[in-house]
């Protein structure tokens, strides 16, 4: 229940209100408490943008840890800025709830706060209301002039590549869902889905490597269209080079972990596409990052999507997630 007196103002300090020096501040001449933040941009960079909303019942299920929720928030916005090479440096946070409860509030800015820290974003500004359940972020970031990673950069014969496994997070849902017996799987998974990692350091190192980049939001089968059709070009993958953890093959029968790899979302993990001189330069970033890379396919010229298992052509029964599909 609210604490006494526990008004909008008295959160907003209580919570996310930090002292203004700190690394987390870098950049910042304004911050919480006024109109407004006022920032500065380093010399000759550019500023990039990404705002996402998550709504309990649609990304989460009601009753979720809000630690969690905090994370999730800030997470999905970071893979943005990851996609496109940028430094995160601000975040806004807009939220909505049915009552200011301290207990809640105080594990959901944990979750947000402490991965703001690990990538050095300051909370700069938002607003508290109340009604459903609903956390809107907004992330700032910046990078160098001109150098930011495009849906739009892909040419034909470009390897298709992604980083880590695909599918957990579909999985860790499903077993929050339809409670199974405790193992260590489902708790990795579980885990890839409240607490997914932004890919942040990765993103930067194929800035001058990969010729494109999204984040798989939505699922392989709806991310990967959204990056071809945005460079004119089709492409053919092989399901069969899809990435699957251990984890994932070990509560899914095959059929079912490529069912989420393909079509589950919310892996946040990072597509890219690469001339195959380059991949070499790709590969070497990720494993210093001790990061995975699967070449999963290739860019062509023709227009659409062949997907082969095996050699022979293959279905997705997911074309991916879409709010109003």
Not at 140 to 150: E, V
Not at 191 to 197: G, L, S
Request: hydrophobic fraction near 45%.
């Amino acid at each position: 229940m609210p604490g006494p007196g526990l008004g909008e103002f008295d959160l907003i300090r209580r919570f996310f209100m930090r002292p203004a020096a700190g690394s987390a501040q870098s950049g910042v001449s304004v911050g919480l408490g006024d109109d407004a933040a006022v920032l500065d941009v380093p010399a000759g960079c550019q500023l990039v943008a990404a705002v996402d909303t998550i709504l309990e019942g649609r990304h989460f299920l009601p009753g979720s840890n809000p630690r969690s929720v905090g994370h999730r928030a800030l997470a999905v916005n970071l893979s943005d800025m990851a996609a496109m090479g940028a430094t995160p440096a601000w975040a806004t946070l807009a939220l909505s709830m049915p009552d200011a409860d301290a207990d809640w509030l105080q594990e959901f800015s944990a979750g947000l706060l402490d991965l703001a820290d690990a990538h050095q974003v300051a909370l700069v500004g938002g607003d508290t209301t109340r009604g459903p359940l609903t956390v809107s972020v907004q992330i700032l970031g910046y990078l160098p002039h001109s150098s930011a990673l495009l849906r739009s950069g892909a040419r034909a014969g470009d390897l298709i590549v992604v980083t880590g496994t695909l599918g957990d997070a579909a999985a860790g849902l499903q077993c929050l869902r339809t409670p199974a017996p405790d193992s260590s799987a489902a708790q990795s998974l579980i885990a890839r889905f409240e607490y997914p990692t932004p890919r942040i350091a990765m993103g930067i190192a194929a800035r001058d490597i990969a010729s494109a980049a999204m984040d798989l939001s939505d699922g392989l089968a709806g991310d990967l269209p959204k990056l071809a059709q945005a460079s004119g070009l089709g492409a053919v993958v092989n399901v069969d080079q899809l990435p699957l953890s251990a984890a994932l093959r070990a509560v899914a029968s095959l059929e079912q972990a490529r069912d989420w790899a393909l079509g589950g979302g919310e892996d946040y993990e990072l597509l890219f596409s690469v001339a195959p001189p380059r991949y070499v330069a790709l590969q070497s970033a990720a494993q210093r990052l001790n990061l995975t890379l699967s070449i999963i396919g290739e860019m062509r010229a023709a227009a659409g999507e062949s997907w082969l298992l095996d050699g022979a052509a293959f279905a997705p029964r997911s074309s991916g997630f879409d709010h109003f599909g």
